[in-house]
């Protein structure tokens, strides 16, 4: 960071915005940007402020120019601003030069980086290109693997490194007339501290076009159950834990996978592991298609439903493109197309007072609309309400042919046989229907799905498929599961049963039960109970994980909880711990 005379001398005013707002492009400079840097730098610490010797070659540089990098912001043709960024690998640091290492509070290692030489040219002083530069400058490191920061900034504009979380450690030096403070800042401090600027970032990532190898902002991961492994330990260390807690946070079968699935898996286990599968999945296309009734070009494998949303999604729409969700749904949704890809999303209201059921009137008239893609969940989650097939099949013939329509039935099989909409995606024009294999048929944790739909919407697909998308145990559990359908009948029939029997349990405890057809139950809380956040908590500690429910949508509040079925001696074992931290009380 050094000498930053080069920013506003009116700190006050850094956050302030312009009349006229410039247009920034910021990226990494290259070799001739360097050579630029190098006379900019001559122009500005040498002429103009007289911390070095004016030279005859009109340039500064110094040894760290050998492995540091500079990222720039040029504003039409020329450059407006730059930082510089020195790596842990480098042989030394700018501060080295002011301090001894053995002397600071801190320690020198591969996560600490150096930022330097922030500087901003009239006529961009007094703006907000100090800021951006900065945040770029964390944003790389960030994006590097650091984790601390080091730099000295000039004591008079001191206030903005205390703003993007850069702290001053007691220690300064003198450069001519110039007072420096070191500073220094974790990276979990620096993303704590830009929260608090969202809107000044909001506006600077507008008219920021963004050259560098990693977005703007770090990607949020999108919010899933799964918390119960980190009291079953991450490493795999004591999976024996497993028993002493309940994972109703993720929605895993109750019951085990098919007998034919399990004999099969530890017959052959070693050589399963150990053996490469069929690059192309084809006899668990062939056996899909069979147990479907529909071609195999009608499928197309995924590892996991998750994997078909993410490389499906990003292939076929841009930050252009319009979608249609439902609110609330599955998070993963919103995630992917507003987070990761930047679409523009529109929600269609699920109403709580109305059962959280689509209104399929309002969403015949959505279809109408001209969408690039709509995104349905059907049975949904977290509600557990399903549109019976001849119902949605209906709504779905007035789409526009060029709407994609995804249909996800990761759940479909718990609302009885001849739901599913496969055969209508496969002869249609612009119906997909994902699925997954984990829930319906306790293959969580071998990662098993396909799309089925026309072929003319996988072929392009096909292509952007890795070979052995699915491994060999996980294709062949998949297939010994298709081939027992009576045994997961039957495991379905039970599900609505134990469904049933916790739904009125719960309802002893003055919750709100919505009436679902999934392996799950969407509740509301009494108002004199612990909110969501607080009871998830606090059944945590009882070894009973619960999800919170209320990321999943705007519309569910912060009283709302979603919990797994399953089998009856564990439902009992989570009811125990629920009538003691929710004693029965008024209605929700």
């Given amino acids: 960071m050094s000498p930053t005379a080069t920013l506003s001398r009116r700190p006050a005013q850094i956050f302030s915005f312009p009349q006229t707002e410039a247009t920034y492009v910021l990226g990494l400079a290259d070799a001739e940007d360097r050579e630029e840097i190098f006379r900019l730098r ?6 103009e402020l007289g911390q070095h010797a004016v030279n005859h070659a009109g340039a500064l540089r110094d040894a760290l120019d050998t492995v540091n990098i500079y990222l720039t912001a040029r504003c039409g043709p020329e450059i407006a601003g730059f930082v510089s960024i020195t790596p842990p690998r480098a042989p030394s640091f700018s501060v080295d030069k002011y301090f001894a290492r053995s002397s600071l509070p801190f320690a020198f290692d591969d996560r600490l980086y150096e930022v330097r030489l922030l500087t901003v040219l009239q006529p961009h002083r007094g703006r907000e290109l100090a800021t951006l530069l900065m945040y770029a400058a964390y944003r790389w490191v960030e994006a590097h693997g650091g984790t601390r920061i080091v730099g000295i900034g000039r004591r ?26 070191l500073v220094l800042g974790t990276i979990t401090g620096l993303r704590q501290r830009t929260m608090e600027f969202s809107p000044l970032l909001a506006r600077l990532e507008a008219r920021t076009a963004w050259r560098l190898p990693f977005p703007f902002r770090q990607p949020a991961s999108c919010f899933h159950g799964g918390a119960f492994f980190s009291a079953i330990g991450e490493q795999f260390d004591t999976l024996e834990r497993r028993h002493d807690i309940i994972n109703a946070d993720v929605l895993d079968a109750w019951f085990p996978p098919a007998p034919g699935v399990t004999d099969t898996l530890q017959a052959h286990l070693p050589w399963l592991l150990r053996t490469s599968p069929p690059t192309d999945c084809a006899g668990l296309i062939e056996t899909l298609a069979a147990a479907r009734g529909v071609a195999p070009e009608n499928i197309l494998p995924g590892a996991g439903s998750s994997d078909l949303i993410f ?18 749904t599955y998070g993963e949704y919103s995630h992917v197309l507003e987070k990761v890809i930047g679409c523009t999303v529109d929600r269609l209201p699920l109403d709580r007072a109305k059962g959280y059921a689509v209104n399929l009137a309002k969403l015949e008239a959505a279809l109408a609309l001209d969408y690039d893609l709509v995104a349905l969940v059907n049975p949904n989650s977290p509600t557990g309400r ?86 060999l145990p996980a294709q062949v559990a998949a297939v010994r599961a298709l081939q027992d359908p009576a045994y997961y009948a039957a495991r379905y029939r039970e599900t609505a049963a134990l469904r049933e029997s916790l739904a009125r349990e719960l ?49 569910l509040g912060p009283r709302s909880i979603r919990i797994a079925v399953k089998d009856a001696a564990t439902n009992d074992r989570m009811l125990e711990v629920l009538r003691t931290l929710c004693p029965p009380g008024s209605r929700a």
């Fill in 311 to 328: 490389r499906v999604f990003r292939h076929w729409l841009t930050a252009d493109s319009r979608v249609l969700i439902l609110d609330p």
């Fill in 156 to 181: 008079e504009v001191m206030d903005l490194y205390r703003r993007v979380g850069l702290e001053p450690v007691g220690l300064s030096t003198q450069s001519g007339a110039v007072t420096y403070d």
């Fill in 42 to 47: 001559h122009e500005i610490y040498a002429r």
């Fill in 507 to 555: 309802r002893t405890l003055g919750w709100d039960v919505l009436p679902g057809i999934a392996n799950f139950l969407l509740c509301h809380l009494p108002v004199n109970s612990p909110d969501a956040d607080t009871l998830v908590r606090l059944a945590r500690a009882e070894g009973l994980f619960l999800r919170d429910a209320v990321r999943m949508g705007a519309r």
């Fill in 386 to 471: 399903q549109v019976p097939r001849e119902k949605l099949e209906a709504v779905l013939r007035t789409a526009p042919w060029h709407t994609r329509v995804w249909i996800d039935e990761t759940y479909v099989e718990y609302a009885g046989p001849g739901q599913s909409l496969e055969k209508f995606a496969a002869a249609s024009e612009n119906v997909i229907v994902a699925k997954s294999m984990s829930k319906v048929y306790a293959l969580s944790g071998a990662r098993a799905a396909y799309l089925c739909a026309g072929p003319h919407q996988l072929e392009a697909l096909r292509a952007i498929t890795p070979p052995w998308v699915i491994g």
